[in-house]
């Protein structure tokens, strides 16, 4: 049905397609478009010649004034390329200014029929793009007054016509303009009442009733007309109760109806665009008598001029997500109609890609930033309050078990060993005097001082032997540069370097909250570090912290890791990239549950 459709759709665009003789009408409509405004120095249509090559001029303004070379090339490229095109010739003749030239095809349907060709006084690419959309609209217009007999055109028709375009194209939105369109052509044809209606999903919906801006509340006006342009639309005819004397037989069961109610007789013509019915133009006159042949021929050339500008501005209003569906479903019945077995190989072969990303499973990697540490850290603290004296070893150097590693200042310490040696001199002295002398009293209290004495010096002994730090065990040194310290003060208890034993590391992986779901103690993985990308590393998962840290603004679980081998390359501070193989997936879900993870968790977050 929609195949018989669009061919008679197509049979109503060309009717009645006849170019011979003058063209007063042709040359009216011309010469009106071009003197709207100033900027147009020139135009004129050519036609091209049935098996000629070349094409010849039709219409001119003005008159007088021979067709340049360039507007004739500009029109010949025009119909070469069916399409619009724009020239700025090297030398201008309108004025000191720089002209240009363009060019419009006029074809109607599949037939080719000529171009329209105007120069303009400025190069300004604003101005010329804006004369261009109006050439391309007026394009409409010369094509109905070419397709029409001559004899039955009159000069005041284009003029009729062009008002029509400008009631149009003088409104942004669609009801507006069709409003202004009904509005403008029932007072020009002294219709009873005129109405636009658009094609919707298979039905009509009402968008314009002349002299009438709320329309809404009569609902049952509203279904009888729609049903009369439904019965139009449905035989992709023009139907008119009563019927013309001399026209075939068509159903007018529902513009049988519409005359009864309204007591007006009416005719509904089809909105052609493109091969397709768009929309239908209802018209009611006084009386109950046909319209003529002549009449009713002129109210089709109207409707195939308004066609295509209420499509355009119909499209115009189309949500983003129509556009898109309508070019799917176009781009999807051009496809299926090619004879060519390539798109569709290409299409099969795209649906079999497609099922193996969702049933082919693949392994799933968990990826994370990691980093390597020392396997155990042992911190050297002050074991004093005091100065740096000297720093011996620097970040990076391999130390011996017993290595002298930091030296504090001692003077003071010495200068107190000193005070408790003498001490301890003098006591034992006072001991073995008053034992001489038998004073057991003196030899008590001696004894008690020369052991308190001693007891002294060998804490300052110990304190001298620990401002000495010396290293715990063998390994390097992670922190702790104090080489540009020396003097600083220090208190007891201060950290003043790390020391990690050699070949001895853990990995640490910083796993997003969002995967660590997926991460167990005894996973695989691999590692590739930023120094050394092309090696891959084995490791084993050994423990996963329960707890949460917040780095780089991102809440992450530390996974503790063992790796497999150590190489000699291997320093604690490297960073990579570590992957946890967490199981098998489909690719397809690989690649778009970070996506759908989000949609579910924003879909709670609006309370769906």
């Given at each position: 049905m929609?195949?018989i459709?669009e061919?008679k759709?197509?049979?109503?665009?060309?009717?009645?397609?006849?170019?011979?003789?003058?063209?007063p009408?042709?040359?009216?409509?011309?010469?009106t478009?071009c003197?709207?405004?100033?900027?147009?120095?020139?135009?004129a249509?050519?036609?091209?010649?049935?098996?000629?090559?070349?094409?010849?001029?039709?219409?001119?303004?003005?008159?007088?004034?021979?067709?340049?070379l360039?507007?004739?090339?500009?029109?010949?490229?025009?119909?070469?390329?069916?399409?619009?095109?724009?020239?700025?010739?090297?030398?201008?003749?309108?004025?000191?200014?720089?002209?240009?030239?363009?060019?419009?095809p006029?074809?109607?349907?599949n037939r080719?029929?000529g171009?329209?060709?105007?120069?303009?006084?400025?190069?300004?690419?604003?101005?010329?793009?804006?004369?261009?959309?109006?050439l391309?609209?007026?394009?409409?217009?010369?094509v109905?007054?070419?397709?029409?007999?001559?004899a039955?055109?009159?000069?005041a028709?284009?003029?009729?016509?062009?008002?029509?375009q400008?009631a149009l194209?003088?409104?942004d939105?669609?009801?507006?303009?069709?409003?202004a369109?009904?509005?403008?052509?029932?007072?020009?044809?002294?219709?009873?009442?005129s109405?636009?209606?658009?094609?919707?999903?298979?039905h009509?919906?009402i968008?314009?009733i002349?002299?009438?801006a709320?329309?809404?509340?009569h609902?049952?006006?509203?279904?009888t007309?729609?049903?009369a342009?439904?019965?139009?639309?449905?035989?992709?005819?023009?139907?008119?109760?009563p019927?013309?004397?001399?026209?075939?037989?068509?159903?007018?069961?529902?513009?049988?109806?519409?005359?009864?109610r309204?007591?007006?007789?009416?005719?509904?013509?089809?909105?052609?665009?493109?091969?397709q019915?768009?929309g239908?133009?209802?018209l009611?006159?006084?009386?109950?008598?046909s319209p003529?042949?002549?009449?009713?021929?002129?109210?089709?050339?109207?409707?195939?001029?308004?066609a295509?500008l209420?499509?355009?501005?119909?499209?115009?209003?189309?949500?983003?997500?129509?556009?898109?569906?309508?070019?799917?479903?176009?781009?999807?019945?051009k496809?299926?109609?090619?004879?060519?077995?390539?798109?569709?190989?290409?299409?099969?072969?795209?649906l079999l890609?497609?099922?193996?990303?969702t049933?082919?499973?693949?392994?799933?990697?968990?990826?994370?930033?990691?980093?390597i540490?020392?396997?155990?850290?042992?911190v050297?603290?002050?074991?004093?309050?005091?100065?740096?004296?000297?720093?011996?070893?620097?970040?990076?150097?391999?130390?011996?078990a017993?290595?002298?590693?930091?030296?504090l200042?001692?003077?003071?310490?010495?200068l107190?060993?000193r005070k408790?040696?003498?001490?301890?001199?003098?006591?034992?002295?006072?001991?073995?005097?008053?034992?001489?002398?038998?004073?057991?009293?003196?030899y008590?209290?001696?004894q008690a001082?020369?052991?308190?004495?001693?007891?002294?010096?060998?804490?300052?002994?110990q304190?001298?032997?620990?401002?000495?730090?010396?290293?715990?065990?063998?390994?390097?040194?992670?922190e702790?540069?104090?080489?540009?310290s020396?003097?600083?003060?220090?208190?007891?208890?201060?950290?003043?370097?790390?020391?990690?034993?050699?070949?001895?590391y853990?990995?640490?992986i910083?796993?997003?909250e969002?995967?660590?779901?997926?991460?167990?103690?005894?996973?695989?993985g691999?590692?590739a570090?930023?120094?050394?990308?092309?090696?891959?590393?084995?490791?084993?998962?050994?423990?996963?912290?329960?707890?949460?840290?917040?780095?780089?603004?991102?809440?992450?679980?530390e996974?503790?890791?063992k790796?497999?081998?150590?190489?000699?390359?291997?320093?604690?501070g490297?960073?990579?990239?570590?992957?946890?193989?967490?199981?098998?997936?489909?690719?397809?879900?690989?690649?778009?549950?970070?996506?759908v993870?989000?949609?579910?968790?924003?879909l709670?977050?609006?309370?769906?």
């Amino acid at each position: 049905m929609s195949d018989i459709k669009e061919n008679k759709a197509q049979e109503m665009t060309g009717r009645t397609q006849s170019t011979s003789g003058e063209m007063p009408a042709l040359e009216s409509y011309l010469q009106t478009f071009c003197e709207r405004t100033s900027d147009v120095a020139e135009g004129a249509v050519l036609l091209v010649e049935s098996g000629a090559a070349d094409i010849n001029k039709v219409a001119q303004w003005p008159e007088q004034r021979q067709l340049s070379l360039t507007m004739s090339s500009a029109a010949k490229a025009a119909v070469q390329r069916l399409r619009s095109v724009t020239i700025i010739p090297t030398v201008s003749e309108y004025g000191s200014e720089q002209s240009c030239i363009i060019a419009v095809p006029l074809h109607s349907g599949n037939r080719l029929l000529g171009a329209v060709v105007l120069a303009i006084r400025t190069s300004d690419s604003e101005i010329t793009t804006a004369r261009l959309a109006d050439l391309e609209q007026a394009a409409t217009t010369l094509v109905v007054l070419l397709s029409t007999n001559p004899a039955a055109t009159r000069p005041a028709d284009a003029a009729r016509l062009l008002q029509l375009q400008t009631a149009l194209l003088g409104q942004d939105s669609l009801a507006n303009a069709a409003g202004a369109f009904v509005n403008e052509l029932t007072a020009m044809l002294k219709f009873s009442r005129s109405s636009i209606g658009m094609m919707e999903h298979g039905h009509i919906r009402i968008i314009a009733i002349s002299n009438s801006a709320d329309f809404q509340n009569h609902q049952d006006l509203l279904r009888t007309m729609g049903s009369a342009m439904e019965e139009a639309a449905d035989q992709a005819e023009s139907v008119a109760s009563p019927p013309l004397e001399d026209d075939k037989p068509r159903i007018h069961l529902a513009h049988s109806a519409l005359v009864k109610r309204t007591g007006n007789a009416a005719c509904s013509i089809p909105l052609v665009s493109n091969g397709q019915i768009i929309g239908v133009l209802c018209l009611e006159y006084q009386g109950v008598t046909s319209p003529s042949r002549e009449a009713m021929v002129w109210y089709e050339h109207i409707a195939t001029l308004v066609a295509p500008l209420l499509e355009l501005k119909q499209q115009a209003e189309r949500t983003w997500y129509a556009r898109v569906m309508e070019s799917v479903r176009a781009g999807w019945a051009k496809f299926l109609q090619r004879d060519n077995p390539t798109p569709k190989i290409a299409l099969g072969a795209t649906l079999l890609a497609i099922a193996a990303l969702t049933l082919i499973p693949a392994t799933y990697r968990v990826g994370a930033q990691a980093h390597i540490e020392g396997a155990t850290q042992r911190v050297l603290s002050a074991p004093a309050d005091g100065f740096i004296q000297r720093a011996n070893v620097r970040p990076g150097d391999v130390v011996k078990a017993g290595d002298v590693l930091i030296e504090l200042a001692d003077q003071d310490l010495l200068l107190e060993k000193r005070k408790w040696e003498s001490e301890v001199i003098q006591q034992e002295n006072n001991f073995s005097g008053a034992l001489a002398r038998q004073d057991r009293t003196q030899y008590a209290i001696s004894q008690a001082k020369a052991t308190q004495a001693r007891a002294e010096l060998e804490l300052i002994e110990q304190q001298l032997e620990r401002s000495r730090i010396v290293a715990p065990m063998e390994g390097v040194i992670l922190e702790g540069d104090l080489s540009q310290s020396l003097g600083a003060p220090v208190k007891r208890g201060d950290t003043l370097m790390k020391l990690a034993p050699r070949n001895q590391y853990r990995l640490m992986i910083d796993v997003d909250e969002r995967d660590i779901a997926d991460v167990k103690a005894g996973q695989k993985g691999y590692l590739a570090l930023s120094a050394q990308p092309v090696e891959k590393m084995a490791f084993v998962v050994e423990r996963v912290t329960p707890m949460a840290a917040v780095k780089n603004g991102r809440n992450t679980f530390e996974v503790e890791a063992k790796l497999v081998d150590n190489s000699l390359f291997l320093r604690p501070g490297l960073q990579g990239v570590a992957k946890i193989e967490a199981g098998s997936r489909p690719v397809i879900w690989s690649l778009t549950y970070r996506i759908v993870d989000w949609l579910r968790l924003t879909l709670w977050t609006l309370g769906a």
